[in-house]
């Protein structure tokens, strides 16, 4: 019987270990160009977005140790808390990605790349945090949901760590037009790790639902990464995002 119950065991008793090393992981990356030098001035968008980044994975891990201690009241108040801070955190982020692509003067392979990186990325991030708001009542789902909306976050934090503590690992990224893709690695880390928890729920609980797709989604997210620059549609979505008056 306990071995049936591992996973459920694993996200109810333990996530918050592995989101409070997500976090850890994310203040390492960001450490020296956002936390260290909060006093420097900088603009706005950055401000706004990291502190509902921030607020947001803060919430993970206060929701995780609510379910751990079993405050479940409190849990779910909290819960109705992410209604308000997650359309603000999404919307710091489509402001922030405005701001990045408008520090060019013009629209090419860059913006192309940026905005297939940054906002199917955000968009696999509201689909798997919407699922999870869905299936609120079923405790199970909904906790396999919420645990996996750290997935689209990695590139952003890979990057970081690699091009600062690993630069050796850049001439081994794929390429894109002559450019290395390092959020291949990112991508990777976390397409297997899903792969692993897919698996682990398939050989402990029968269950194939969650994690095939959020994996689903975050093929497609990634493959678009490498494909869209190359489609029409995808140059004048982002010319229009470009030439919109949000920054």
């Known amino acids: 019987m306990g071995k049936t119950l591992k996973l459920n065991e694993f996200l109810y008793q333990r996530s918050a270990i592995y989101l409070i090393a997500f976090f850890a992981f994310a203040l390492l990356a960001f450490w020296s160009s956002y936390f260290s030098?909060?006093?420097?001035?900088?603009?706005?968008y950055m401000?706004?977005?990291?502190?509902?980044?921030?607020l947001w994975v803060l919430l993970l891990i206060v929701q995780a140790l609510l379910i751990r201690i079993k405050k479940y009241v409190i849990h779910r108040l909290l819960g109705k808390v992410s209604y308000v801070t997650f359309p603000i955190l999404i919307l710091s982020t489509f402001l922030l990605i405005h701001a990045t692509i408008r520090k060019s003067d013009v629209v090419d392979l860059?913006?192309?790349f940026s905005t297939a990186l940054m906002i199917n990325g955000t968009i696999v991030l509201v689909i798997i945090y919407s699922l999870g708001i869905i299936y609120r009542k079923d405790r199970l789902t909904h906790a396999r949901y919420m645990v996996c909306t750290i997935f689209p976050l990695f590139t952003p934090i890979t990057d970081r760590i690699i091009y600062k503590y690993i630069p050796s690992l850049i001439e081994y990224a794929p390429t894109m037009e002559g450019m290395p893709v390092v959020p291949f690695y990112g991508y990777a880390m976390a397409d297997v790790l899903v792969i692993a928890l897919a698996i682990w729920d398939w050989r402990v609980h029968k269950r194939k639902g969650v994690f095939l797709i959020v994996l689903v989604l975050l093929l497609c997210y990634h493959i678009s990464l490498f494909t869209f620059y190359k489609l029409e549609f995808w140059k004048a979505f982002s010319a229009w995002f470009y030439g919109l008056s949000l920054t």
């Not at 977005?49 to 921030?54: S, V």
């Open 47 to 54: 401000h706004f977005h990291g502190i509902f980044m921030t």
């Open 110 to 112: 860059g913006t192309y």
């Open 37 to 44: 030098v909060l006093g420097r001035e900088m603009s706005f």
